[in-house]
């Protein structure tokens, strides 16, 4: 359970982070399962629905940039959310109601792992209120060299910046140059592993290359008051289900309490991701295509 103190600097800066998320028991499972299903990507040759692909993969070197669903791969990542600390976590923050958006694990492999350019969630799915946010669970110890996570603090109460390249498309990243992106104020987020990082919907974030020797492994799980509604044209898989199909997973996405059929409104600025990147399926595909300017490289990230 957060402390008062803990709460006023989620609501004032837009993030927090918390050690001892999970128990070393559980640590360890994920941990292990983890390094497994990396190793279990040898025969891959190209992205799938499970597994990214980082540049140099192959079977002597497997190299991933992320674990799409990982609470779809394996229980464990979903049962670790709903028995942990992460679980008071997202009461405290959240309310009684609590939907997992989305889950994925960016494994940034050693040695040059990709970065994250600056972005900001909302771009990517807009709803009707921004009572939602991502939890970071460290799997490794994060530290400066292996591409921690980065944040701008007070950037939830700011505008939603453009995320559109060059070619009039999304680009899932903000310009490095646009004014009111103010990277002098970023704050790095380290940690031990079991530690959590919690950062709100609308925060500027984004993480350098992976310059170590060590995986960068951080279980993102995103999730949403049950009253804020996906908006149409945002990027959720959500919108590709029948109303069967969108009901059936409502049920199922539950982390705690019950789905709501009465969406909270709330006016906040909201622009939608369209037209989309010429190819989708994870950030690293969508920031590439979309011809995102690098904030770390200082250049275009390099296509395809
Ligand atoms: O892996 C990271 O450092 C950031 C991940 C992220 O922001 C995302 O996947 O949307």
Not at 249 to 269: K, S, V, W, Y
Not at 277 to 299: E, L, Y
Request: charge should be negative.
């Amino acid at each position: 359970m957060l402390s008062q103190e803990q709460i006023q600097s989620y609501d004032d800066n837009g993030y927090i982070l918390v050690e001892n998320a999970i128990t070393p028991e559980q640590l360890s499972m994920l941990r292990t399962r983890t390094l497994e299903l990396i190793d279990e990507s040898r025969p891959v040759t190209e992205s799938n629905d499970v597994f990214d692909l980082d540049e140099g993969h192959g079977p002597n070197n497997p190299r991933l940039t992320r674990i799409k669903l990982p609470h779809k791969v394996d229980p464990m990542f979903w049962d670790v959310i709903r028995s942990s600390a992460m679980t008071e976590v997202l009461r405290d923050l959240l309310g009684d109601n609590v939907t997992l958006q989305t889950s994925k694990l960016n494994t940034k492999a050693p040695g040059g792992g990709m970065a994250v350019e600056w972005h900001q969630d909302w771009a990517f799915y807009p709803a009707t209120n921004d009572s939602m946010l991502a939890i970071g669970l460290m799997l490794e110890d994060v530290d400066l060299e292996n591409g921690p996570l980065q944040v701008i603090p007070g950037s939830h109460k700011g505008p939603v910046l453009s995320h559109m390249g060059p070619g009039g498309r999304f680009c899932g990243a903000v310009d490095p140059s646009d004014p009111d992106f103010d990277l002098d104020k970023a704050v790095t987020l380290t940690g031990k592993a079991g530690s959590m990082t919690v950062h709100h919907v609308r925060m500027l974030h984004g993480s350098a290359p992976n310059t170590s020797d060590r995986a960068r492994l951080i279980c993102f799980y995103e999730c949403a008051a049950a009253d804020a509604w996906p908006l149409a044209g945002g990027s959720s898989y959500i919108h590709k289900l029948t109303q069967e199909e969108l009901w059936q997973d409502m049920q199922e996405r539950m982390i705690f309490g019950e789905p709501t059929l009465t969406p909270r409104l709330e006016a906040n600025p909201v622009r939608l991701c369209l037209p989309p990147a010429p190819t989708g399926g994870s950030i690293f595909k969508t920031q590439k295509t979309g011809g995102a300017r690098s904030a770390f490289a200082k250049q275009p990230v390099a296509a395809e």
